[in-house]
């Protein structure tokens, strides 16, 4: 494992966010033997499109949102272990390597634990996941409908009643840090 720093920059090229990762060497994992399986659904970029097509038409209001170090949030169920950082190694203990608990970046399985998670969380909280679409979640309340698109760590989400998206917000909030405020996208 090793740390990977980056600047954050602005449309101007200026340094808004210093980032730091602790990211895991997935390269040197062998399928079959550190992982089974690593798939985890993705949404096409058509399937976006008709997202906000159908938002249009049903007037509805849209926002988008972020997960902040979402593999973090997420467990994974082989064992992994990995080296200790450069930099950061236990002195009186330098050839111990540590134990992974929860997703890295870097690691194979990452992304289907975090989609996992997510996927869990939202089907505990009265969603329905479309089997043509696993990344398109809905939750219905009388006429009105909440439609949540996964891109990974990011989330666009529509309602034709604006409570539903501001009782998702907070409900996403609960549970794992979010990008500041979700932001709305003009159709």
Known sequence: SKWVFMNKLDERGIVIR?????????HIQENCI???????????????????????????????????????YAKIEEEVYVCQPLGIEDPDFPDKVYKVE???????????????????????????????N???????????????QVYVDDIIFGSTRKEMCTEFEKMMHKKFPMSSDCSYLCI
């Open 18 to 26: 210093n980032k730091a990762r602790l990211v895991a060497q997935g």
């Open 134 to 148: 696993k990344t398109l979640f809905i939750k219905r309340d009388k006429s009105d409908i909440l439609l949540v």
């Open 34 to 72: 550190d992982y089974d399986e690593v798939f985890a659904p993705v949404t096409r970029i058509e399937v976006i499109r008709l997202f906000l097509a159908y938002a249009s038409f049903r007037d509805f209001v849209v926002y988008q949102m972020d997960v902040k170090s979402y593999f973090l």
């Open 102 to 132: 929860k997703a890295l970046y870097g690691l194979h399985q990452a992304p289907r634990a975090w989609y996992k998670t997510l996927s869990t969380y939202l089907l505990d909280n009265g969603f329905q996941r479309r089997m043509a």
